[in-house]
């Protein structure tokens, strides 16, 4: 059973990525290209994104995002 239900500024890239890997599409499609990279063992999604130049509105965006990939495979 997965740990994480829901996707946050907070949630570590490489946990997300490995319970989740579904989500990696999103992910990069945004610009979080940082996903396979040994940083993310220790950024947030919000940290990284930060890095990759991404502003407050399109974080949001792209956990949004990220967060309704998980809720369809729920349903």
Do not use: W, Y
């Amino acid at each position: 059973m997965s740990k994480i239900k829901k996707i946050t500024k907070e949630s570590n890239i490489a946990e997300i990525v490995n319970e989740h890997p579904e989500v990696v599409e999103v992910l990069t499609a945004f610009g979080l290209h940082c996903v396979g990279c040994f940083a993310s063992a220790f950024d947030t999604i919000g940290e990284g994104a930060q890095i990759h130049g991404m502003i407050d509105e399109e974080i949001d965006e792209m956990i949004k995002e990220a967060n309704k990939v998980l809720r369809r495979r729920d349903s």
